[in-house]
Antibody, heavy 121, light 108 residues
Framework: QVQLVESGGGLVKPGGSLRLSCAASGFTFSDYYMSWIRQAPGKGLEWVSYISSRGSTIDYADSLKGRFTISRDNAKNSLSLQMHSLRADDTAVYYC??????????????WGQGTMVTVSS | SYELTQPPSVSVSPGQTARITCSGDALPKKYGYWYQQKSGQAPVLVIYEDSKRPSGIPERFSGSSSGTKATLTISGAQVEDEADYYCYSTDSSGNHRVFGGGTKLTVL
């Protein structure tokens, strides 16, 4: 079945780095855009980043540019998010999501279960 | 920065119609999307491109958009529809992707 499984979350100190991964299965990964979306404890959803099917188009939320890097390996059906200079307000559940992208907008039609990132000393 | 505005909460009795609105200046030009998130679970897409329903989503869920407002309607809301609902869209340039603040739907 169509599935996304995130991993790599954990406890990290402020200023530290962490790399999240998302393993895709059950669909042709290389046909789809992919996105990262996060949710701080008790808060709403926040779009983080997306990457096009071949990796040629990438975008980030303005507040994250320069600290986070999205990438993908279509041969391994894998999506990644490298996070640097982490701050307490980066504490959140991070979801990867399959993305149907067109000029009118983006639909996140399949979501993983999320991985928790906690930034604390 | 672009914002989508939702009411914090909506409450209905079972069987009533629930309407959740989402306001944004670019909605006349950009599609609205709706996500349902039940407690402790990942979000689920319930409406895309303003009014289309993914397979597996019950027919009681519908969407519409007029002017700067998108609306999610749940006709004959059921207890299992209790959840947080988030709208999503982009600004007119497509450069800023945002979720609304979310609406907690209570059905009791």
């Amino acid at each position: 079945q169509v599935q996304l499984v995130e991993s790599g979350g954990g406890l990290v100190k402020p200023g530290g780095s962490l790399r999240l991964s998302c393993a895709a299965s059950g669909f042709t990964f290389s046909d789809y855009y992919m996105s990262w979306i996060r949710q701080a404890p008790g808060k709403g959803l926040e779009w983080v980043s997306y990457i096009s099917s071949r990796g040629s188009t990438i975008d980030y939320a303005d507040s994250l540019k320069g600290r986070f890097t999205i990438s993908r390996d279509n041969a391994k059906n894998s999506l990644s998010l490298q996070m640097h200079s982490l701050r307490a307000d980066d504490t959140a559940v991070y979801y990867c999501a399959r993305t149907i992208a067109d000029l009118g907008g983006d639909a996140f039609d399949i979501w993983g279960q999320g991985t928790m990132v906690t930034v604390s000393s | 920065s672009y914002e989508l505005t939702q009411p914090p909460s909506v409450s209905v009795s079972p069987g009533q119609t629930a309407r959740i609105t989402c306001s944004g200046d670019a909605l006349p030009k950009k599609y609205g999307y709706w996500y349902q998130q039940k407690s402790g679970q990942a979000p689920v897409l319930v409406i895309y491109e303003d009014s289309k329903r993914p397979s597996g989503i019950p027919e009681r869920f519908s969407g519409s958009s007029s002017g700067t407002k998108a609306t999610l309607t749940i006709s004959g809301a059921q207890v299992e529809d209790e959840a947080d609902y988030y709208c999503y869209s982009t600004d007119s340039s497509g450069n800023h992707r945002v979720f609304g603040g979310g609406t907690k739907l209570t059905v009791l």
